[in-house]
């Protein structure tokens, strides 16, 4: 886990990543909460997520977790892209002028 900030000093690096720890955890926006039934499964990409197994799965079917890689293209930032708003059709009027849509 990320432990400070190049170029900040203590204080300043700690209470930006704490915040951001706050963010990451507490958010349900960018969460998923997955439920086990027999016979499911679940992918997930590990370059981008953090996985948390919760306590809260009963265990009364046996469970089976195997982990991949893809072996795949190095991701790339494509700054032409459409942000995650405007993919989602959630951009304000306010965004939409400031965009020039």
């Known amino acids: 886990m ?18 951001l720890y706050d ?3 507490k958010n349900v926006d960018i969460q998923l909460r997955f439920k086990w039934t027999p016979g499911t499964s679940a992918l ?19 469970r089976h977790g195997t982990r991949v890689t893809s072996l795949a293209e190095v991701p ?14 959630l951009l304000d009027d306010e965004e939409k002028k400031e965009l020039g849509i």
Do not use: C
Not at 2 to 19: F, M, P, Q, R, W
Not at 49 to 61: M, V
Not at 76 to 89: E, I, K, M, N, V
């Open 44 to 62: 997930w990409d590990n370059r981008i997520t953090i996985h948390n197994a919760s306590w809260d799965y009963a265990g009364k079917h046996p």
């Open 76 to 89: 790339y930032f494509d700054a032409s892209a459409p942000t995650r708003r405007q993919a989602l059709g």
């Open 23 to 25: 963010v990451y955890e």
């Open 2 to 19: 990320t432990d400070h900030i190049v170029g900040l000093d203590k204080a300043e690096s700690d209470v930006i990543l704490n915040y």
